[in-house]
């Protein structure tokens, strides 16, 4: 019999995770010995994770992609594999492994029990699953952060109301060794393809190639705000001429000054130079068989 731990964040992005507990013993069957915990606070369900890693065979993640960067945080190098119930606002992480946004058609990936390892990565002390970055998007998740309301259409207002405010900024950066100067828009370093709501910054990332994917938005006029933003979509980011990108497994950002970052969309302030690396191979996660 598998053990299995539900790790749910009672305040995520949508009311999915209210019916969890009905599903589960109902979906998994009497194959999973089921376990629920319910977190209070940031930074819990990486508390509970790390206590309970030994005891189970699967954590499963129920909430956004914070609550899993937390889990995920706690079970690398462990032997204990993370599943997903994406309930977050953009659920970027469980979109790219093609984790189904119905809770019942998750339990099921979760019963069929196929897993991957998969890369994750480091910003300073910091670890993620996903995306790291600093620039619009960072600024933009701590405004999130602290906006009353949850969901899509609460960040896409943030958006809006931000985007003409917002001023680029001057970076400097080594990419595994090589210097660049660049004003940008946003820098953002990529293991899997997107930031969430099919957004692909990232459109060709691999989350198991030991690489991590930088691309870097630079300035552009505000008529070309419509056809960036397709391109996000249509997956042809990177063939816009606004954007640079690399392939690397260790990133350096000079920073002397107080800095917005992100990682999984969760807002971090940084005072020192930044340093991203990749980690591979490090993390044993629930997916759908891939046709």
């Known amino acids: 019999m598998k053990k299995i731990l539900f790790i749910i964040n009672p305040i995520s992005g949508t009311g999915k995770k209210k019916i969890v507990e009905k599903l589960a013993p109902v979906v998994l069957g009497s194959d999973f010995s089921i376990e629920f ?21 699967i954590i499963t993640a129920v909430g956004g992609d914070g609550t899993i960067n937390e889990v995920a945080d706690a079970l690398i190098y462990s032997n204990c594999k993370l599943a997903l119930i994406p309930c977050g606002s953009g659920n970027g992480f469980a979109r790219f492994l093609r984790i189904p946004l119905s809770v019942k058609r ?106 991590l994917n930088v691309s870097i938005l630079k300035n552009f006029p505000l008529f070309k705000t419509l056809p960036l933003s397709l391109r996000l979509f249509n997956k042809t980011i990177d063939r816009s001429p606004y954007v640079e990108t690399f392939a690397a497994k260790n ?38 068989f891939r046709k």
């Open 106 to 211: 998750a339990l099921e990936i979760i019963k069929i029990g196929n897993s991957m390892v998969i890369d994750t990565a480091t910003m300073n002390n910091f670890k993620f699953v996903n995306i790291c970055g600093v620039g619009f998007d960072a600024e933009i998740g701590h405004l999130f952060a602290h906006f009353g309301k949850r969901g899509p259409l609460s960040y896409l207002k943030i958006i809006l109301d931000e985007f003409s405010k917002y001023k680029s900024k001057r970076y400097n950066i080594c990419i595994d060794g090589k210097q660049l100067h660049k004003d940008a828009f946003l820098i953002s370093i990529a293991n899997s393809s997107q930031w969430g709501l099919d957004a692909h910054i990232a459109p060709h990332a691999k989350i198991n190639d030991g690489l």
């Open 251 to 288: 990133i350096t950002i000079e920073n002397n000054t107080l800095l917005y970052a992100h990682v999984d969309g969760e807002p971090i302030t940084l005072h020192s130079d930044i340093h991203i690396s990749i980690v591979p191979l490090s993390l044993s996660v629930i997916v759908p």
């Open 37 to 57: 915990l319910y977190t209070s606070a940031a930074g819990h369900a990486r508390t509970i994770s790390k206590e309970n890693a030994s005891r189970f065979d």
